[in-house]
DNA sequence: AATGAATGAGCATTCATTCAT
DNA sequence: CATGAATGAATGCTCATTCAT
């Protein structure tokens, strides 16, 4: 691997587990052991060094929100293979949500990039909900559409962080994946029509399943 | 006022505009135009300083939990008072989210309380929740309340921090107060059983009002 | 007693027990409940209470340096009472020589004080060797007294000093005074005229066995 | 000469001229002309520095202790080179001597290390002594070996920092070491063997002189 | 590409001391 | 006598960043 990933690599590992704040530059260069001159040279300071990985992230986000193969899966099963994308990239980039407020505030032009990918985000939710509307598996107005679509990504995009701050240890595992999905799950619970419940409760079962799975091979290690 | 009081008071304004980790112990001194020494005379440390601040929060939201008065306001009306209170605590502390996974890293006996305090709003929230269904306020089966009240917990927890990262200009107003109760209202939408929608409707429109009031006085200044 | 001298007190007792340069002058207003203000009323500065521990120091030195009882005491018995004594205080102004060097580099005029008292020392201590020398108790050429009095004197005022630096707690007790004590008889065994030799290991003897009783006694605690 | 040395000669020369106590880090940086950052760069902290010092220290002490040319020396005349590169040594690092309580009590990791090397003093001295006794040269009875041993190391041990008490101006030359081998010398005296004494005495003669020429050239100066 | 010594402004904090009350 | 808030220079130390090699 080149180093300039290298780098990458190692600063997201480190941010995500000690905090962004507790990492400085020469930190990761002593994790890596490359000179912080090295360092300094492949990434102009340690802010374009969170921008890498914004960048990163931003690819991931644009990602998750290719068209549903509508001949394989239901959009029911597509959301939540969505949903479960979008958490994963939450669990991957969480020192960034950690410390949204503080990074966004240092770097205007990030900020301006974050909120450009918001505003997409919020568009094409919008837009999901409404075929999902429209094709009879939600029931929604149009005016509650908009502020749906946002709850959920604030929820998505808040759950990780929110749960590390719940816990008297502050950790958190892949778990919190499966509850997560679960928790808009469960959010979305009201607006689902009668003809798509039974899918529903299919999904939400198969999604507890998985979670005690996944919580039983937590416990044994 | 109390040299102690103006050191929390100036504290808590700056920590909110410009983020607790911008703001140094030196920055706080010379902003209330008294000595180093002289805050480290009041104060420990600048952990002394958010405890401190952070005593205050938790009387803030003791002081929401207090019952309703039965006899002069139904119990719908009562939640979104009580909504609107813990999203004042919640702007009036903004720093305190905005940097709630750093500040509790660095703080173990802080991280202490504020779980200890979590899990008492679950405990209290589940509750009104179910009394709020065993009077056919809402239906909601057992299974979902635990999960409905941590949901509706954490959007106001993330509110005001998740409004300020989606935004270019990074402010945030006392107006999102009021789309903040707003957004709870409706996520709270699917639950609420037909004989109470009438004065769900009632409450929500008033205060769509109440904002549109708010975004109009904002808007002149 | 008088605030002056509970604060004289109380400085002696924490500077032995810390050393002088972790007990501020506030740590000594807080053990006693007065404020630093009252404090500062009583002495001018940290340096006047310890020129105040100093002359108390001193009278105590000047103390021991009264002349024998001819009539009920041999000279090596009163020879043992004054080292005895001398070591006493030594153990009760330990932070003194424990920092020696710092106190007198800061401030000339107590350096002054302790010169002048090593000089009358060093010359009462010579005049004593002598007439040990004429009455036959100790054989020794005139070259060689004003050496060994200073040499007596050293052992006796870095011993407490000396002695906690050897063990791996640091900790001293009061038994090093009775070793300090046989430490003096030991360097000066050599000097011991034979018709004074009885009386010697006489006294030599039952120093060991009060500093075995000692020993003992501390142990049990 | 490596930075590192330098701070390490820079601070020896501070530390002995001004006392430990009285240089910061920031004086030592300044007085090499560098940022206080680069001597943070070669050293974690103050401590870090006194303990380097230190290891140079021990290693000469180690040196000091190396067996004698049994063909080319007298066992006395060993002794005596012993003794004058122990008091160089004293000399070379008297600050350490001077502020030893302050400095082992703030620093476990050195005390253990200096109580370490004392206790293998101690065995080598008693042991040399042995041999002294066994081949005539000193007459001593088994139960003063181990006592006159750590005098002698005491004595050795405090000569410098307690001249510099003993006089107005509190300097102290290099004179001081042969005044404080001829101490030694003088505390021996007593235990000398009269068929060794011819020997001793040249010894101590030449010594004499030894000071008195270098006391001459101080004056000149 | 990479090194690693060097920078320097800045930080949290300390403490002997002052002074109005 | 006594209080306790206030001072301010100083301390040990950090860290993003630079630059000659």
């Not at 939600?138 to 502020?147: C, F, R, S, W």
């Not at 808040?158 to 994946?177: H, L």
């Not at 689902?192 to 419940?197: E, G, M, Q």
């Not at 079962?205 to 937590?218: F, G, H, M, V």
Request: hydrophobic share 40%.
């Amino acid at each position: 691997m080149k180093t300039k990933d290298r780098i990458i690599k190692a600063s997201l590992e480190l941010f995500n587990e000690h905090g962004e704040r507790a990492i400085t530059t020469n930190h990761i260069a002593a994790h890596l052991g490359i000179s912080p001159g090295n360092l300094y040279y492949h990434f102009r300071n340690k802010e374009d060094i969170i921008r890498c990985i914004y960048t990163e992230y931003e690819s991931y986000i644009v990602e998750a929100f290719r068209p549903y193969d509508v001949e394989h899966e239901s959009d029911l099963g597509f959301m939540v293979r969505f949903l479960d994308g979008m958490l994963q990239v939450m669990w991957r980039y969480r020192f960034f949500y950690a410390n949204l407020g503080d990074i966004l505030n240092r770097d205007d032009e990030l900020r301006a990039r974050y909120v450009k990918v918001q505003e997409k985000m919020d568009v094409q939710s919008a837009s999901a909900l409404r075929i999902l509307r429209d094709n009879g598996t939600v029931e929604l107005e149009d005016i509650y559409i908009a502020d749906l679509a946002q709850t959920l990504k604030m929820i998505v995009a808040c759950w990780i962080g929110f749960q590390s701050t719940q816990k008297i240890d502050g950790t958190v595992t892949k778990n919190e994946i499966y509850q997560g999905v679960l928790r808009v799950l469960t959010t979305f619970r009201g607006y689902i029509a009668d003809k798509a419940r039974p899918e529903f409760d299919r999904i939400e079962t198969q999604y507890r399943q998985l979670l005690k799975d996944s919580a039983a091979e937590t416990a044994e290690i």
